[in-house]
């Protein structure tokens, strides 16, 4: 019954230099037919697929808003049965296709990784993937292909790329102080919050794509830490940060995410051996990875460093000298790229424009 898929298509390529949070993209494909399809063809497959980079706090992954439309992995598949066998015509989609991206989204950042194909099924395999015709074909909330006067994009292969426009976010942590007799073991709260715009969000495998250390002053032993839901604190810390100078440091947090406006709390238990103490420890976060990838989206990196001392003793509302900050460079070894959900909100809107 003729070839399952037939690639008889090439599609054009779309740049978009600065996207901003929360803006939206529409897309207007050309679709150029080079070889004609076979008379078993029954329909056109419009499939689009969002960014591969793991945000867990996105939208919905995709909303298709015509009939004969359907929500797919990481995007939105169209079938098209209204469709003419015409090599060398370029086509044109009835309506253009909107990408939204999240309003918290951080950048600069050159995202990949989106994309769209075009191509011709028979019967069997219509039926098999997508269950036949499930719409309405008298509906006038279809989404077509229709000639349309365009250059042929002859060597397009479907690729959506986009930069997204300068978006921060503003990691802070907070000074603390473990106050109580000598001997007692107390446990204390340590604020991380983020005050910017963008979120913190999650480009790396876990156990996370941030991570809050701590040094404890002389005078204080560690007994224990706990991130609750939003982070993670693993007995083996040092070895998740392998290849990375992790002298002095008494532990190590990691978490995914942090949406701008938001705050985490980690709680360290300690015990104290000198109450008496004026040595000044140290707390800092900081995103993994370095300048070339995800990118420094820090908006002011000052308040990333905090104190730790015991009872206010020696604190003095400066960046205590403990070394320098490990800063991007801590993690260029202790992570992955994730491949995973989808960043974009793929829809297809109502606009018949593309037919004009």
Known sequence: MGDEAEYVYSFSDHGFPSVEPGGTIELVPTIYQHTAFSDYAAAAVV?????????????????ADFDNCMESFRG???????????????????????LALDEQFPGPFNLC??????????????EEEFGGVFWDEDSDNLIGMVPVDAPPPYEGTGVVTFRTAENHFDLSVADTEAAGPEGERVT??????????????????????????GDLPDGLRLHAVEGGDAATCPDDWADRLDGIDTEGLDFACFFQSLRAGDQLELEVAVDITDADSTDVGRLEVLALGDRYYPGDFEADPSDNVADFTVDGHGGHGQLPNTGASLGLVIAVAAVVVVAGAVLLVVTARRRRSGAE
């Open 76 to 98: 939105v598949t169209c079938l098209i049965t209204d469709i003419e066998n015409s090599p060398g015509t370029v086509f044109g989609l009835t309506d253009p296709i909107t």
């Open 113 to 126: 990784g989106c994309d769209y194909r075009v191509y011709v099924i028979n019967d069997d395999t219509f």
């Open 188 to 213: 204390v709260t340590v604020p991380v919050a983020n005050a910017g715009t963008a979120a913190a969000v999650p480009f790396f495998d876990p156990p996370g794509s941030y991570v809050v250390t």
């Open 47 to 63: 499939a689009f697929s969002g960014a591969e980079v793991d945000v867990e706090f996105a939208a919905p992954d995709a909303i």
